[in-house]
């Protein structure tokens, strides 16, 4: 364990094959103890995306757990690139649980995040009490995943932060349209590190985009497909999908209303892929929620 700054300490685990991962912990407020939350993020981003909504959560007296996935974050990277999968990523998300003598969490999953978590239900349901995909599901739309494929492992050079926060700014613009450009200097702080010598580097793997630019990655599959109903049908579920969104749009919300008909659904307005988790409707809808797991 290495101590960080508040609010969260990060915590490092060892994969079952070896890696060294980090997450971000952070410690509940004083009361009664409450099932804890697993955050997990998507494809390219890391556990800072969670810095506005784990204090929320923590606050409401609930362990709040944020990972960096292998090949993310602080997390190492991978030298072979044919583990950059769902399977093996929630490998590593079970067995840090079990390090962490959690037996039962709420899972938050954006977008890859969800996905880890619905292949967590074939092998390790007994670990969810509750989860909550956010703009993600089973099947996916060309449209979005097109757009990522677009991007992801291709970012340009930058030099400055405020480059960086322009080339998220070129990237994410279409999914939130409200930002501003202290917005995208944040946004930028969460996507890039430096290196000793002061140039940038995103805080990824490029060797992630194989598998989407080979087109591994496809809109739909049976496996995904009886994944969601096993989590869905058997934990509560609620699906966050922004309303502005090219990754789920309405013939896959209709699929997943009619795979899980007892699921919560909850639309993020003027939102696309995907909601940060503090818009307001998003928290309300959170606090409903989790009212429901102790």
Known sequence: MITSELPYVERSWRSHDGLRLMARDYAPAAGPARCPIVCIHGLTRNSADFEMVAPWLAAQGRRVIAVDIRGRGKSEYDSNSDNYNPLVYARDVAQLLEELGIARAVFIGTSMGGIITMTMAMRFRHLIAAAVLNDVG???????????????????????????????????????????????????????????????????????????????????????????????????????????????????????????????????????????????????ALSAFLAIVP
């Open 138 to 284: 089973p099947q996916l739309s060309q449209r979005g995943l097109t757009r990522i494929a677009g991007y992801v492992g291709t970012g340009v050079p930058v030099d400055t932060w405020q480059a960086a926060a322009a080339a998220c700014k070129g990237i994410n613009a279409v999914a939130f349209p409200h930002y501003t450009d202290a917005d995208w200097l944040h946004w930028a702080h969460r996507t890039f590190g430096q290196n000793a010598d002061g140039s940038f580097r995103p805080q990824y793997d490029p060797a992630i985009a194989i598998a989407i630019k080979q087109g591994k990655i496809k809109t739909s599959s049976l496996m995904a497909r009886w994944a969601f109903r096993r989590l869905a049908r058997k934990v509560p579920t609620m699906l966050l999908y922004g309303g502005i969104s090219d990754l789920i749009e309405a013939p896959q919300i209709a699929a997943m209303r009619a795979d899980a008909p007892h699921m919560k659904v909850v639309e993020v307005p003027g939102v696309g892929h995907a909601p940060m988790l503090n818009e307001v409707e998003v928290q309300a």
